[in-house]
């Protein structure tokens, strides 16, 4: 695996709302949020590029609306947000997909000749996945970071329900053998990008 100098880490919704298990249910992965922060460490400190997105849900009882605390960063990404030891971005979406939000994603990565990107964040088989599919299509080099997500149950029709670690392990099959994206795990990404272990959510 070979992570490029300019390659993109895409942060997806880590908002204090998912935490509010009363309304999302049991969540699955609780190594995703060292994860996650030990990602973002390795790219401030390798001088990469760091997106971070943020979800403004327009539904009235969303824990992710805006103006509700749960619409905030949880604090270990905030706190590292504004290092600035690379490019930054905060991009702002009320849809699933971080390529239609605000400013223009796209815009943002070709405009610097980024062509790889690597997608972790909430929920893995929801804004996580979309945002890494639609980033395949684009034609990035997409890497999606199976084990700095998380999801939650989930219901569908005909009353069928699959845990979070079963929608986790579908993500995984459907982005890795459909081609949109390489599905690897944290460790390996902060040895390619040229750091000695994975850190700690602290």
């Not at 996650?36 to 403004?56: K, M, S």
């Not at 609306?65 to 590292?80: L, M, P, T």
């Not at 699959?162 to 986790?168: G, K, R």
């Amino acid at each position: 695996m070979e992570i490029a100098e300019n390659a993109a880490l895409v942060v997806v919704d880590v908002q204090k709302g998912f935490d509010e298990e009363g309304h999302w249910g049991t969540r699955n992965n609780p190594a995703a949020d060292d994860n996650i922060a030990a990602l973002i460490d390795v790219w401030q400190a390798t001088g990469r590029p760091v997106v971070f997105v943020r979800h403004d849900s327009t539904k009235p009882g969303s824990p992710l609306r805006a103006g509700h605390e749960g619409n905030d960063f949880k604090e270990y990404v905030e706190q590292r947000r504004g290092k600035r030891t690379g490019a930054e971005l905060l991009v702002t979406k009320s849809v699933n997909s971080a390529f239609y939000g605000v400013p223009d994603l796209d815009a943002w990565l070709k405009g610097a000749g980024r062509g790889q990107i690597v997608v972790a964040g909430i929920q893995t088989n929801m804004c996580a996945e979309t945002t890494a599919r639609m980033g395949g299509n684009l034609g990035y080099e997409v890497f999606f970071a199976l084990d700095a997500t998380y999801t939650f149950d989930g219901v569908g029709p005909w009353g069928w329900t699959l845990s979070a670690d079963e929608l986790a392990r579908a993500t995984a099959v459907s982005l890795h053998g459909g081609g949109f994206a390489k599905v690897v795990a944290t460790e390996e990404l902060v040895r390619a990008a040229g750091a000695v272990g994975v850190g700690s959510g602290g």
